[in-house]
């Protein structure tokens, strides 16, 4: 498919993460991974290297706020899920969360 370009960020850059970034990166023409976030750093700045021209960012805030990003793609650990689909949702970005949310409101 032919299109304008959509820049994805990937936020939690474990196994699945780093198989998103590089289906992404290979297989998605019109999409381009612009910014990964992971809690180790480490990790984060190596995927970078992977994808040329993107940034690590050490918050999954910054990176969903960042105006160079589109669209995220989530794929952190469960607790964390639908914290970050909402921020994502809050900024008007596509959210592609890998797992189900556990919701964690006291009145269901």
């Known amino acids: ?49 992977e994808c040329s021209g993107s940034k690590s960012f050490t918050s999954a805030d910054a990176l969903i706020t960042n105006p160079d990003v589109e669209a995220v793609v989530i794929t952190t650990p469960d607790q964390t899920h639908a914290e970050l689909t909402l921020a994502c949702l809050e900024a008007y970005k596509p959210v592609l969360c890998e797992k189900p949310t556990r919701h964690q409101c006291r009145e269901c």
């Not at 370009?5 to 023409?29: P, T, Y």
């Not at 750093?41 to 290297?49: E, K, P, R, S």
Request: charged share 20%.
């Open 1 to 49: 498919m032919k299109g304008r370009e959509i820049r994805v960020g990937v936020i939690g850059i474990g196994k699945m993460g780093s198989c998103h970034i590089r289906n992404l990166a290979k297989r998605v023409s019109n999409a381009r991974v612009v910014a990964v976030m992971d809690v180790d750093q480490a990790n984060a700045n190596a995927i970078t290297a």
